[in-house]
């Protein structure tokens, strides 16, 4: 992949529910989104809006072939990996969407929810054709990062963390042992990962009710991005600082693994 300039950020990873066999990325950065069929090896330019460059802020799949991208704007989805895109405009002024995060039954509700940096949490429930916003009860709406499971959606913002139990129609703030910004978030089973600006990694195996700090050295950096499996593998993965971070028994023990380069943002293989 060529990158336009140093400053070139990576906003945005995901890849396809069966990555190891169809082997399939995508990358949002400041310059566009790029997507690799290799397992990051190569990269090539996906242009979802012809002729325009637009910045990819946050992705997710849905399903085998379905992939969501934030740009500025709206929210664009590709049934076919990418080859072709629609396009959802979210409300004017324009929110800046820090994450996405699609509903574990999306292909009986079609329900998925866009975090945004100013305007709290949009939710569509017709596949992302069209989305509205749903912040009853949501004191903070400066949402940083999101999730999802069967029973609730979890949101992180710049004062603490919120939980929606009707599929995000109201919210209510959730205690938790520290006081701090939520970077980022993850469901694994039973257990909730919380990644904190100042405060590191987070667990809880109660549904919220009561929190331990995990601990391993590096881990007390500003966990940007937490990454989980619950396949065979059941592997976390915690980008804390510049370091990615890998347990493959819940959290016990941890291992340091190497992190992208410009020319391959792909973190998610070791």
Known sequence: MTMNSEQDTLLALAESPHFKKDKLAFAGRQSGLYRSRDMGKTWDVVNIIAGESLSVTALAFARDGLVFAALPGGIAYSND???SWNWAQLAAPSPYVTALAVSPDFGENKTLFAATLEDGVFRS????????????GLLDKQVLCLAVSRESVFAGTGTGLFRSDNNGRSWREMTLSIEDAILSLAVMGASLFVGTEKSGLLKSDDDGGTWKKVKAKGLGAPINQIQVSAGKEAFIRVAAGDTLHESVNKGKTWRVIHLATRDNP?????
């Not at 792909?266 to 070791?270: K, Y």
Request: proline share 0%; aromatic share 16%.
């Open 81 to 83: 990996s990418g080859a």
């Open 125 to 136: 429930v017709n596949g992302g054709e069209t989305w509205e916003s749903w912040n009853f």
């Open 266 to 270: 792909l973190i998610l293989t070791a």
